[in-house]
């Protein structure tokens, strides 16, 4: 299994969403949910919970429910990334949590050769009922997004965004 350099990960990581079908296999999802949990945390408090979805006729339900989940059908596994408002009562800091677990995600797909990409679903209530009612969620437990994961079925090239514009030192 190819594994990469963080900053050439983090680099060279692009939003896939084509995917070949192939299945990803579970030491593959393995390596992929650790990362989710070497995330940073308010309060080391660690409020992520999360739901690995392989079977088909799951990506065929959420391609229903969630116009930008399309990608699902082809994928080969799905992970929904959850916030329990028992651990952190906070809603920021539960969603900033979420957010960089989702980030390691990311990060940790693409560094074994795999494709992903970010579904967004907290804060459209129609997409957190969704997922809440299709999974059976109970009322603590946030759905902050998905990220879809598969053998890649497309390239993409490397997108350099710095902006220096965007960058200020010791005051605005």
Not at 39 to 49: F, G, I, K, L, V
Not at 66 to 92: P, S
Request: net charge neutral; glycine share 8%.
């Amino acid at each position: 299994m190819k594994k990469m350099d963080v900053i050439e990960a983090i680099s060279t990581r692009r939003s896939i969403r084509k995917f070949t079908g192939e299945p990803i296999s579970d030491s593959e999802l393995d390596i992929i949910l650790r990362a989710g949990f070497q995330s940073p945390s308010a309060h080391n408090r660690q409020p992520w919970e999360f739901i690995v979805i392989k079977d088909k006729s799951r990506f065929e339900a959420l391609a229903k429910v969630h116009k930008y989940a399309q990608m699902t059908l082809q994928a080969g596994a799905c992970i929904i990334v959850c916030g329990n408002t028992d651990i952190q009562e906070l809603t920021g800091f539960l969603i900033e949590d979420c957010s960089a677990s989702i980030q390691n995600i990311l990060l940790a797909s693409h560094g074994i050769g795999l494709g992903a990409v970010w579904v967004g679903l907290y804060p459209i209530t129609e997409h957190t009922n969704n997922i809440s009612n299709m999974f059976s969620l109970p009322g603590n437990i946030i759905p902050v997004g998905m990220v879809v994961i598969g053998r890649k079925g497309e390239e993409k090239d490397k997108a350099d965004r710095f902006n220096v514009d965007k960058v200020h030192y010791e005051t605005w």
